[in-house]
């Protein structure tokens, strides 16, 4: 079975050019059911997958006979969890796989959860190999806190997974559940706390598994001796150095171990002893010191240590300390960079405190504010008051994770950053498509594409732009409905562009149904 990229690669200018056709806003709802009907596969997947679609395709996609075009629709980023529910039932499992799957997207965040209907239904029928790892972000916040005490058993079991985290009141009732997979599950997951059962499964040589249980898993002292004494592996003793049941004598040796990685895994424990921070605080490997510069305990005389550190990386690290008083913060000598990347920041699963997000948002320092303005839920004052920071970061952050940005600060944000997930400010909701055609001949491709998005550009500009050197600003331009008649014609016999101008919306749809009807058999 070929891979869409394959299809898509395999695709003749004719195809690609009904492909266009299916993606154009233009096309009348009877050509795009003919499309759906005649045309070839590479133009279905495009039809599918790549737009939003009236009511009427939706229907005979859902009824369409060919599974591999059904298939493209249960993976459409455009339409809504809804519709893509209907192929829920849908008899062939590459069908079912996809909507399992997920949408065609590049972030998780991207993905609006399925009806939790839906996804029980699938919990319940699907076989396992269909609900992989992309399933779970189609499944709602309030399913997934529900699941531990659903009333369906499959579901209570996927609820088991976080066992951690669950109240001891749930954790009890899933080991008596009524159900013998769900009893055995719960058990198994409370085993995995039981340090003489980590060590009877204990793997003795170095492995996933191995890593697994001594990263994470309750370690019996048997267990941590026989990492001091006799490792399997030259990782074993940062592997342990985290584990949340490691005793306090070893947390204490190893705070002084000859391997400053593992005194690096020590410094970030929470449970660390006074005379254990003070060595770390003390210690000759920076980047030990930059991490015990985060402890939440650090007394006054070490944050003061830490502060005068030869190295600006520390100093910066204790900056942020919140202990230190504003006043305090401004005295200690360090740089923040504005060079970085500032991107998509997921939801935390607390909220924080809003006084404390406020008093981040109104610090002197950047790296607080940055923080701050990650929060979804600032207020407006906040909001108007880090979209106008001075520091390029806060701006762009607050641009990426704002659910509302301002329209002005996603145009400065593009126009300045240039780091990972610049793309992404073109999504956000809001971003001007009003007085982008002064950008058309900045010396950045990117900015120049931006006078694409503005339907004033001069016919002139877009035709030259159809030239542009860079491939991504001549597709933008010959989409756009300003490009003039004859050069819109050339176009769609381009080998390079032809899809993109039979998506222009600027074909009048007698030229459309002329494309479609030279290029597909007789019905």
């Not at 790549?50 to 996609?61: E, G, Y």
Request: proline share 10%.
């Amino acid at each position: 079975m070929r891979t869409p990229d394959e299809i898509w690669a395999a695709a003749d200018l004719p195809t690609r050019r009904l492909a266009g056709l299916a993606l154009n806003p233009s096309t009348p709802i009877d050509l795009l059911l003919r499309l759906l009907a005649d045309a070839p596969l590479a133009v279905r997947m495009v039809l599918c997958r790549d737009r939003v679609l009236p009511d009427a395709v939706v229907d005979a996609v859902v009824e369409h006979p060919d599974a591999y075009t059904r298939s493209f629709f249960a993976r459409n980023p455009h339409a809504d969890p809804r519709t893509r529910a209907r192929l829920l039932t849908d008899p062939d499992w590459i069908v079912r796989g996809h909507l399992a799957e997920g949408p065609r997207v590049t972030r998780p965040d991207d993905v609006a959860p399925l009806p939790d209907d839906a996804v029980v239904h699938m919990i319940t029928t699907y076989e396992n190999e269909l609900l992989g790892g992309s399933f779970y972000r189609q499944i709602s916040a309030g399913l997934q806190r529900a699941m531990p005490t659903h009333p369906v058993a499959k579901v209570r079991l996927w609820g088991t997974g976080p066992w951690s985290s669950l109240p001891a009141r749930t954790r009890a009732a899933l080991l008596a559940d009524p159900d013998d997979e769900v009893r055995e599950r719960a058990e198994r997951n409370a085993r995995e706390e039981d340090p003489a059962w980590v060590e009877s499964v204990l793997p003795p040589h170095s492995c996933h598994g191995r890593t697994d249980a001594l990263l994470h898993r309750a370690l019996s002292r048997a267990v941590v001796d026989g990492v001091l004494t006799a490792p399997a592996g030259p990782d074993d003793r940062w592997m342990i150095a985290r584990n949340p049941s490691l005793p306090p004598d070893v947390v204490a040796l190893l705070s002084g171990d000859a391997d400053p990685e593992v005194r690096r895994e020590v410094a970030s424990r929470r449970d660390l002893g006074s005379a254990e921070r003070r060595a770390l605080v003390e210690d000759p490997d920076p980047a030990v010191r930059r991490t015990i510069a985060r402890h939440p305990d650090l007394g006054p005389d070490e944050r003061a240590a830490l502060a005068a550190d030869a190295d600006p990386r520390v100093r910066l690290s204790v900056s942020v300390h919140p202990a230190w008083s504003e006043r305090e913060r401004s005295a200690i000598d360090y740089q923040v960079s504005q060079h970085g990347d500032f991107g998509f920041h997921p939801c935390s699963a607390a909220p924080r405190d809003a006084e404390a997000v406020r008093r981040d948002a109104l610090s002197g320092h950047p790296l607080l504010r940055r923080a701050a303005a990650k929060e979804r839920t600032l207020p407006s004052d906040l909001v108007a008051l880090l979209a106008a920071d001075d520091d390029l970061g806060v701006r762009v952050l607050l641009a990426q994770n704002h659910p509302n940005p301002p329209a002005g600060l996603l145009l400065r944000c593009f126009l300045e950053y240039t780091g990972d997930e610049r793309e992404r400010l073109l999504t956000r909701p809001g971003f001007p498509s009003e007085g982008l055609a002064v950008h058309a001949d900045d010396a950045d491709p990117a900015v120049r594409r931006l006078a694409a998005r503005d339907r004033e550009t001069a016919a002139h500009t877009v035709e030259r732009l159809t030239r542009d050197p860079d491939p991504a600003v001549r597709a933008a331009f010959a989409r756009h409905p300003n490009l003039p008649g004859p050069r819109l014609t050339q176009l769609l016999d381009d080998e390079e562009l032809v899809h993109h101008a039979a998506a222009n919306p600027a074909l009048a749809v007698s030229a459309i149904r002329a494309l479609v009807t030279s290029s597909l058999p007789l019905r």
